[in-house]
T-cell receptor
Framework: KAGVTQTPRYLIKTRGQQVTLSCSPI?????VSWYQQTPGQGLQFLFE???????NKGNFPGRFSGRQFSNSRSEMNVSTLELGDSALYLC?????????????FGPGTRLTVL | AQSVTQLGSHVSVSEGALVLLRCNYS??????LFWYVQYPNQGLQLLLK??????LVKGINGFEAEFKKSETSFHLTKPSAHMSDAAEYFC????????????FGQGTELSVKP
């Protein structure tokens, strides 16, 4: 069974640009959540999608947005990039939003903003 | 608000020695707790989780953790460290009624000396 896949694995952008990251969950999983990982702030929750609806959102500015498609694939978009957006972005999938379920993480997309 | 504190950002042990990684949580309701491991340039992999069943939880690769409500702790242990255990370990709590959101501790980097 294929795991969670994220594309691209690496990205280099400049300040002010926008970027779109993609996440394909494990087959059958309908919940996708996104996290930002930085050395200073650690792992922080961005948002969770289930059945194409955002179910929960973390404390990030509106420049960070996401969506989920009918096949459960998800994208997140960051507009007007800032240097501080440089991070590893991880997505995780599970069958549903049930708290007890294991979240399976992808390898991440490393975004560097110059 | 629920939170997680991992004591010690870096732990070093000798191969064959006991591994003890500390995690304390703050929660006003019984929590769901998780330990994840992250190897370099990879995503997070679940080691084990506590979801209100047995307080002693056994996970993969010989790890286990004990939920102690009186101490608000969920420490991770392994009787004998192996070189392949060198990685970063994250304790996480699933906040009540917030779906799949995970709040992570700052992480503990485990080094294993030969």
């Amino acid at each position: 069974k294929a795991g969670v896949t994220q594309t691209p694995r690496y990205l280099i952008k400049t300040r002010g640009q926008q970027v779109t990251l993609s996440c394909s969950p494990i087959s059958g999983h309908r919940s996708v959540s996104w996290y930002q990982q930085t050395p200073g702030q650690g792992l922080q929750f961005l948002f969770e999608y289930f059945s194409e609806t955002q179910r929960n959102k973390g404390n990030f500015p509106g420049r960070f947005s996401g969506r989920q498609f009918s096949n459960s694939r998800s994208e997140m978009n960051v507009s007007t990039l800032e240097l501080g957006d440089s991070a590893l972005y991880l997505c995780a999938s599970s069958f549903s939003t049930d708290q007890t379920l294991t979240r399976f993480f992808g390898p991440g997309t490393r975004l560097t903003v110059l | 608000a629920q939170s997680v504190t991992q004591l010690g950002s870096h732990v070093s042990v000798s191969e064959g020695a006991l591994v003890l990684l500390r995690c304390n949580y703050s929660s006003s309701v019984p929590p769901y707790l998780f330990w994840y491991v992250q190897y370099p340039n990879q995503g997070l992999q679940l080691l084990l989780k506590y979801t209100s069943a047995a307080t002693l939880v056994k996970g993969i690769n010989g790890f286990e953790a004990e939920f102690k409500k009186s101490e608000t702790s969920f420490h991770l242990t392994k009787p004998s460290a192996h070189m392949s255990d060198a990685a970063e370990y994250f304790c996480a709590v699933s906040p009540y009624n917030q779906g799949g959101k995970l709040i992570f501790g700052q992480g503990t980097e485990l080094s294993v000396k030969p």
